[in-house]
């Protein structure tokens, strides 16, 4: 089956009425949002998310930079395990420094290009020493996909947005369909190599 033991899509013939959601935060330790730690800018949006009951639910994945280092340099097995458990999140959140890591950069570039067209994935761009304009055009050069946010506000609302209408089944269930079908043929590309 698609998505193995990672993701159960929903059928698109019956479809959903129920959506968790996976948000994974890549970052380093000390990376803060806008001065305020990425954990409490998700809960913060999440309670945002009104006039849809309980049909979503968010989990978040902290740990989510060691999962995407291992993800690109572990061993073949490791690696696929970790590719396949980002997959399953729809949402993505990475710090500047992080993605711009030299490191890292190519692993981002591959792991962007399998994820589903339904994912999105937000930086920002507050404090850094760089300059920021640099920065940006460095973010836009390398990940066309990549939404960059100015300020607090903006990223906090681009969560809500995303969580409330997006990725909630109440109002946008053929998108919610549509991810965990394509996340699931990807896990299943990965799994079977």
């Keep these: 089956m698609a998505g193995g033991q990672y993701l159960d899509p929903y059928s698109r013939d019956e479809g959903c009425d129920e959506h968790t959601e996976n948000i994974v935060i890549i970052r380093q330790q000390d990376a803060d949002c806008f001065g305020k730690p990425v954990e409490s800018i998700v809960q913060e949006a999440c309670k945002d998310v009104v006039d849809y009951g309980e049909s979503i639910d968010s989990r978040e994945t902290k740990d989510g930079l060691r999962l995407f ?4 340099w572990s061993q073949p097995e490791e690696s696929r395990d970790a590719q396949c458990q980002l997959l399953t999140h729809s949402l993505w959140i990475v710090d500047p420094e992080t993605l711009l890591e ?8 591959q792991q962007f290009s399998g994820l589903p067209d339904e994912t999105a994935v937000f930086t920002w761009i507050d404090n850094q020493p760089n300059n920021p304009n640099e920065l940006r055009a460095e973010i836009e050069t390398q990940f066309l996909n990549v939404r960059i946010a100015d300020t607090l506000s903006d990223i906090e609302s681009w969560i809500s947005g995303y969580l409330g209408f997006s990725v909630n089944p109440n109002g946008s269930e ?3 369909i549509e991810w965990s079908n394509e996340a699931a043929d990807e896990i299943e590309r990965i799994i079977n190599g």
Excluded: A, M, Y
């Design 69 to 72: 280092k291992q993800s690109v």
């Design 102 to 109: 030299r490191e890292l950069r190519v692993g981002f570039r």
């Design 174 to 176: 053929p998108t919610v």
